[in-house]
């Protein structure tokens, strides 16, 4: 992922999104991964990973490599998942 220098902003939007999945329940890697495709885009990032799979089929967005998310400023990590399984 190059491009310039990466902001305090930008910095603080990537750390709340990373811990917004952690809170609805993904692995570290898995919650940095929906936060670089957030930046990024999802087309750039592996998919998520087995054990996190199921929390982000619950998420109300399709988005490419098998991720699904929320809406930025709309849905968030507030909102409740269905139990899992």
Known sequence: MSGPPESIRAARVWDTTRDHYADAGLCDRCAAQAAYGHAEGFGKIHP??????????????????????????????????????
Do not use: F
């Open 48 to 85: 998520p990973c087995c054990d996190c799979a199921q929390i982000v089929s619950a998420l109300p967005v399709q988005r490419s490599n098998g991720w699904r998310s929320w809406r930025r400023g709309q849905d968030g990590p507030k909102t409740a998942l269905p139990e899992a399984a």
